[in-house]
């Protein structure tokens, strides 16, 4: 029976990083983009919830509810614009 120098053999391509993995290409999904993946679905989720609710709990039409959702979609978009161009041009150059 051959004895293996070190440590077993299974646990090499673990202790051995390619070279993909050296560059970062097999790091996985950063933080930030965990987070705003996390931020869309909950938004969506909570847009349907509450349409459901307008409109089969609190008797709105349907025309009412994506006319309101399109004026709040407006101004969540200038706001965030806001930000991030407020942002963008303060910084020093």
Known sequence: ?????????????AKS??????DGMESGPSEI???RWLAAVGAIVTALSVGYI?????????????????????????LMATAY???KLRKPK
């Open 33 to 35: 983009a965990i987070f």
């Open 54 to 78: 307008a409109h089969y709990d609190l008797g709105f039409s349907r025309q009412e509810i994506r006319t309101q959702a399109v004026i709040c979609a407006v101004i969540i978009g200038l």
């Open 17 to 22: 990083p390619s070279a993909a993995h050296i």
């Open 1 to 13: 029976m051959k004895r293996w120098r070190g440590s077993e053999p299974w646990t090499w391509l």
């Open 85 to 87: 161009f407020g942002k």
